[in-house]
């Protein structure tokens, strides 16, 4: 039974720095591509950040494309968001979730799933001055 356990939110100022983890239990973690997710209120949850399952290629949405990086230690099952140069915008509960490797040759892309049944209970990420 897949769990996924969210921490590191926080209030921040802007221009701040956050890192978020998110450790995964009940599944094989090192095969499985890991995504980031937020959800802003009154907003529909949006794909953040993404990583494959070896870490070999990562993906970001461009409105944090050069701000946030996504990385992951197998050994500790544990997935990480690096948040720099955080903007109010960013405001919002932070998700990590599983997918996978969509791979063509010998290159790989994560995919998320079509659905998710299930979420962690998030982190709260504020910025605000």
């Known amino acids: 039974q897949v769990q996924l356990v969210e921490s590191g939110g926080g209030l921040v100022q802007p221009g701040g720095s956050l890192r978020l983890s998110c450790a995964g239990t009940?599944?094989?973690?090192?095969?499985?591509?890991m995504f980031w997710f937020r959800q802003a209120p009154g907003k529909e949850r949006e794909l953040v950040a993404a990583?494959?399952?070896?870490?070999?290629?990562?993906n970001y949405v461009d409105s944090v494309k050069g701000r946030f990086t996504i990385s992951r230690d197998n050994a500790k099952k544990t997935v990480y968001l690096q948040m720099n140069s955080l903007k109010p915008e960013d405001t919002a509960v932070y998700y990590c979730?599983?997918?996978?490797?969509?791979?063509?040759?010998?290159?790989?892309?994560?995919?998320?799933?079509?659905?998710?049944?299930?979420w962690g209970q998030g982190t709260q990420v504020t910025v605000s001055s």
């Open positions: 979730n599983v997918g996978f490797d969509y791979c063509s040759g010998y290159v790989c892309s994560p995919r998320p799933r079509d659905q998710y049944d299930y």
């Open positions: 990583i494959t399952s070896a870490g070999s290629s990562t």
């Open positions: 009940g599944f094989i973690f090192s095969t499985y591509a």
